[in-house]
């Protein structure tokens, strides 16, 4: 007797917040019905919650560990080596990024950011990576020992792997919206994306006690259109409910959080949320007294730099229907990241 697949399970479900645990190797290598399934899957869980856990999504799970491995080894790198790479301007949005130096926020005032970042910093460290190919914003990679040419090569070929699965990501959103499956493909063809290396090191757990407001990463939304996050298994990430509560979005091994961004809200005419999150202390007991490192990778999605973008076909039925004016994209996420970096 074969058992059918189920194409929408529960991830979350708590305090209103549901967050669905969709089995998207159906709609990568389902039939009809096995895709319309899936794409119900993701728009209802876009709609109502803004965030989804993706299982059977086509990356092999030795990648994602390749990645991690290499991703901790750079951050075990001398200070005075990541300090070389240190990103610069919102504009290139690529390099290092040291601890204390970001805070993110849903604040759009530069100067209140500010004032928070030096009350309660973010307690991470980030490397940012973008498309390699660029003609006039190159990467900040590590020094070119075989260590750092290795690196370079697994987070370039991951990049590629990321991309590709975003494209599938956006089909699918395309066909829940009742668009052309392929209405995405061109606004997102150019990969302007931004691969994020994320750690969080080991704290103690009087930080958090001493410290009220504490939080590895302040609550905010993402500001492109879809974020593919890659987690570890300690814990910390935290959802809105619809009530206003802090729900943990706890790790399930071998998927990815997809959640939709600030953009892909307003593509949408507001029909799809993007849902404030946080990293706060992991729920887990602390050990000797300290919280362990924490390691995630984030795949951040954005349309083409030069991309404008306004409602979709079928979002309004009129001009005054629209929520927001049209914004070029590039410009968009060059104002977001001003408001969020010391530099």
Same mark, same amino acid.
């Given at each position: 007797?074969?058992?059918?697949?189920?194409?929408?399970?529960?991830?979350?479900?708590?305090?209103?917040?549901?967050?669905?645990?969709?089995?998207?190797?159906?709609?990568?290598?389902?039939?009809?019905?096995?895709?319309?399934?899936?794409?119900?899957?993701?728009?209802?869980?876009?709609?109502?919650?803004?965030?989804?856990?993706?299982?059977?999504?086509?990356?092999?799970?030795?990648?994602?560990?390749?990645?991690?491995?290499?991703?901790?080894?750079?951050?075990?790198?001398?200070?005075?080596?990541?300090?070389?790479?240190?990103?610069?301007?919102?504009?290139?949005? @690529?390099?290092? &990024?040291? =601890?204390? *130096?970001?805070?993110?926020?849903?604040?759009?005032?530069? $100067? +209140?950011?500010?004032?928070?970042?030096?009350?309660?910093?973010?307690?991470?460290?980030?490397?940012?990576?973008?498309?390699?190919?660029?003609?006039?914003?190159?990467?900040?990679?590590?020094?070119?020992?075989?260590?750092?040419?290795?690196?370079?090569?697994?987070?370039?070929?991951?990049?590629?792997?990321?991309?590709?699965?975003?494209?599938?990501?956006?089909?699918?959103?395309?066909?829940?919206?009742?668009?052309?499956?392929?209405?995405?493909?061109?606004?997102?063809?150019?990969?302007?994306?931004?691969?994020?290396?994320?750690?969080?090191?080991?704290?103690?757990?009087?930080?958090? @006690?001493?410290? &009220?407001? =504490?939080? *590895?990463?302040?609550?905010?939304?993402?500001?492109?259109? $879809? +974020?593919?996050?890659?987690?570890?298994?300690?814990?910390?990430?935290?959802?809105?409910?619809?009530?206003?509560?802090?729900?943990?979005?706890?790790?399930?091994?071998?998927?990815?959080?997809?959640?939709?961004?600030?953009?892909?809200?307003?593509?949408?005419?507001?029909?799809?949320?993007?849902?404030?999150?946080?990293?706060?202390?992991?729920?887990?007991?602390?050990?000797?007294?300290?919280?362990?490192?924490?390691?995630?990778?984030?795949?951040?999605?954005?349309?083409?730099?030069?991309?404008?973008?306004?409602?979709?076909?079928?979002?309004?039925?009129?001009?005054?229907?629209?929520?927001?004016?049209?914004?070029?994209?590039?410009?968009?996420?060059?104002?977001?990241?001003?408001?969020?970096?010391?530099?």
């Amino acid at each position: 007797m074969i058992v059918a697949q189920e194409a929408v399970a529960t991830g979350v479900n708590k305090n209103g917040l549901f967050i669905p645990l969709i089995d998207f190797g159906m709609f990568l290598n389902g039939g009809e019905a096995d895709k319309k399934a899936v794409v119900q899957g993701i728009i209802d869980g876009f709609k109502n919650a803004g965030f989804l856990y993706l299982k059977n999504h086509g990356i092999p799970k030795e990648t994602v560990s390749k990645v991690f491995a290499s991703s901790a080894e750079f951050f075990r790198r001398p200070q005075e080596e990541k300090d070389e790479l240190k990103w610069s301007t919102p504009q290139s949005n @690529r390099g290092y &990024v040291s =601890q204390g *130096r970001e805070k993110v926020s849903q604040l759009t005032d530069k $100067v +209140t950011v500010d004032a928070l970042r030096s009350q309660n910093p973010d307690l991470k460290e980030s490397l940012e990576i973008g498309r390699d190919n660029h003609p006039s914003l190159p990467n900040s990679w590590p020094r070119e020992d075989a260590a750092g040419l290795a690196f370079r090569q697994t987070m370039n070929a991951f990049y590629a792997t990321c991309q590709a699965l975003h494209i599938q990501v956006m089909r699918a959103i395309a066909l829940g919206l009742e668009l052309d499956e392929n209405f995405f493909d061109g606004y997102v063809s150019a990969a302007d994306n931004n691969l994020r290396l994320l750690h969080y090191p080991a704290t103690p757990a009087d930080v958090f @006690r001493k410290n &009220v407001g =504490q939080v *590895r990463a302040g609550k905010h939304s993402d500001y492109g259109t $879809v +974020t593919l996050l890659f987690q570890d298994m300690r814990g910390g990430l935290q959802v809105r409910s619809p009530q206003g509560s802090w729900v943990d979005a706890t790790p399930i091994e071998d998927t990815i959080v997809v959640n939709a961004g600030d953009l892909l809200a307003r593509w949408s005419n507001s029909i799809i949320a993007s849902t404030e999150h946080q990293v706060v202390e992991p729920p887990s007991e602390p050990v000797d007294g300290n919280y362990p490192a924490r390691y995630s990778c984030a795949y951040f999605c954005n349309p083409n730099a030069e991309a404008y973008i306004e409602a979709l076909p079928g979002t309004f039925t009129s001009v005054e229907d629209k929520h927001f004016p049209g914004i070029n994209a590039g410009e968009y996420l060059v104002q977001r990241l001003s408001n969020t970096y010391q530099y």
